[in-house]
């Protein structure tokens, strides 16, 4: 694989026009823009422009082996549209990568397929996958492979731990519908998983799921690092951090301040789509209170189940770790709409934040900035 100087990404960031304040400032403050407007919506602002840490000792920010660690949003596949059951052929390679949570600060991650969350894989209920996970030569770390959408050992685990340089393959039936997690599940699984080793399969149910216009994919986990959130240099896992359930940061698709104009830009959303919103949680430990600033749940489809009838216009849901959970929202005003942790702390200050721009015109009947028209 290819390494690239970590100054390369902000030069990408800069030439892109996405990362001109991040790229100076290089630390959590840096990438505040968005943040400071979603907690001056809800926690009357957030005053730390520069990082709020004590200096440890590390060392200096690594060489990056990819630009970019977080995955595509819009990276998700098609709707089911068949309707007798399929065998599917599903390949993943567990690829051990540095790269920057924000610009200046570098971590190992361990990923399934070099990205955060790994892809989602998307079946209709009774078909069947052959899966093989393959663990390259030049890894450090033996992996493996539990989905929860399977009934067997570990979830698969059991039958899919291998050393570097190995590959496994399990075949099993997509029983029972809903949207689950899978996750590496070796025995220093809170490692694994915080450096990135989860994502989702979604199993749909034998009627599909209903339309809508768009479809989007996030993955929350937390990062444990010998490090505070914004220092700048190479970010260590740490044990005792993950023990005491202390995250340096929390981030969707494992980037701090991921999807907003200091990170990797706002999603654009056309006005009046329907967004259906698939939101795994990787944890490792803690639970997410998933909220839309601007917007809510209109229909929830509560811990992934979608057989059930969801939930309606819900503010405020708990995604527990190890759950993916789904929920569609309308988009009647333009606006940003901002997906975030309602443990706010977590996105002031850690960094768990990706907002939606919903782009078109203004609805004064719905919402009015300017009622008195002065
Ligand atoms: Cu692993």
């Not at 630390?27 to 919506?41: E, K, L």
């Not at 567990?94 to 190992?108: H, K, L």
């Not at 996105?347 to 900035?369: A, C, M, Y």
């Given at each position: 694989?290819?390494?690239?100087?970590?100054?390369?990404?902000?030069?990408?960031?800069?030439?892109?026009?996405?990362?001109?304040?991040a790229?100076?400032?290089g630390?959590?403050?840096?990438?505040?823009?968005?943040?400071?407007?979603?907690?001056?919506?809800e926690?009357?602002?957030?005053?730390?422009?520069?990082?709020?840490?004590?200096?440890?000792?590390?060392?200096?920010?690594?060489?990056?082996?990819?630009?970019?660690?977080?995955?595509?949003?819009?990276?998700?596949?098609?709707?089911?549209?068949?309707?007798?059951?399929?065998?599917?052929e599903?390949?993943?390679e567990?690829?051990?990568?540095?790269?920057?949570?924000?610009?200046?600060?570098?971590?190992?991650y361990?990923?399934?397929?070099g990205?955060?969350?790994?892809?989602?894989?998307?079946?209709?209920?009774?078909?069947?996958?052959?899966?093989?996970?393959?663990?390259?030569?030049?890894?450090?770390?033996?992996?493996n492979?539990?989905?929860?959408?399977?009934?067997?050992?570990?979830?698969g685990?059991?039958?899919?731990?291998?050393?570097?340089?190995?590959?496994?393959?399990?075949?099993?039936?997509?029983?029972?519908?809903?949207?689950?997690?899978?996750?590496?599940?070796?025995?220093?699984?809170?490692?694994?998983?915080?450096?990135?080793?989860?994502?989702?399969?979604?199993?749909?149910?034998?009627d599909?799921?209903?339309?809508?216009?768009?479809?989007?994919?996030?993955?929350q986990?937390?990062i444990?690092?010998?490090?505070?959130?914004?220092?700048?240099?190479?970010?260590e896992?740490?044990?005792?951090?993950?023990?005491?359930?202390?995250?340096?940061?929390?981030?969707?698709?494992?980037?701090?301040?991921?999807?907003?104009?200091?990170?990797?830009?706002?999603?654009?959303?056309?006005?009046?789509?329907?967004?259906?919103?698939?939101?795994?949680?990787?944890?490792?430990?803690?639970?997410?209170?998933?909220?839309a600033?601007?917007?809510?749940?209109?229909?929830?489809?509560?811990?992934g189940?979608?057989?059930?009838?969801?939930?309606?216009?819900?503010?405020t849901?708990?995604?527990?770790?190890?759950?993916?959970?789904?929920?569609?929202?309308?988009?009647?005003?333009?606006?940003?709409?901002?997906?975030?942790?309602?443990?706010?702390?977590r996105?002031?200050?850690?960094?768990?934040?990706?907002?939606?721009?919903?782009?078109?015109?203004?609805?004064?009947?719905?919402?009015?900035?300017n009622?008195?028209?002065?």
């Open positions: 694989m290819t390494r690239h100087s970590h100054t390369n990404r902000r030069a990408f960031l800069k030439t892109a026009g996405i990362g001109a304040a790229a100076f400032a630390c959590t403050g840096g990438r505040q823009t968005d943040a400071a407007t979603a907690s001056s919506d926690t009357g602002g957030d005053e730390s422009g520069e990082a709020s840490a004590e200096a440890t000792s590390l060392d200096p920010a690594a060489d990056v082996d990819v630009d970019r660690i977080a995955a595509d949003p819009t990276d998700v596949p098609d709707p089911v549209d068949w309707d007798e059951p399929r065998t599917h599903v390949t993943m567990t690829t051990e990568v540095t790269a920057e949570i924000e610009p200046g600060v570098t971590f190992d361990m990923t399934f397929d990205q955060v969350p790994g892809p989602m894989v998307r079946v209709r209920r009774g078909d069947t996958v052959n899966f093989t996970l393959k663990n390259p030569e030049d890894s450090g770390m033996p992996h492979m539990d989905f929860h959408a399977v009934y067997g050992p570990g979830g685990a059991d039958h899919t731990t291998i050393a570097p340089g190995e590959e496994a393959t399990i075949q099993y039936k997509a029983t029972y519908p809903g949207v689950h997690i899978y996750h590496c599940a070796v025995p220093n699984m809170d490692h694994h998983i915080s450096a990135g080793m989860f994502g989702s399969i979604l199993v749909e149910p034998k599909g799921l209903p339309e809508v216009d768009r479809e989007l994919y996030f993955g986990h937390e444990y690092t010998n490090g505070e959130p914004g220092e700048e240099g190479h970010h896992f740490d044990l005792d951090a993950a023990k005491a359930e202390n995250p340096t940061y929390v981030t969707y698709n494992g980037e701090a301040y991921a999807f907003t104009e200091s990170g990797n830009g706002r999603i654009p959303i056309d006005q009046g789509d329907r967004v259906r919103i698939f939101m795994s949680n990787g944890g490792p430990n803690l639970s997410s209170s998933w909220h600033i601007g917007n809510v749940w209109d229909k929830l489809y509560r811990d189940d979608l057989v059930s009838d969801p939930a309606r216009y819900v503010e849901t708990p995604v527990a770790p190890g759950t993916v959970t789904a929920a569609e929202i309308e988009t009647p005003v333009p606006g940003p709409i901002k997906l975030v942790d309602h443990s706010l702390s996105v002031v200050r850690k960094g768990v934040l990706g907002v939606l721009d919903v782009q078109g015109e203004e609805d004064t009947d719905i919402f009015d900035s009622p008195d028209g002065e």
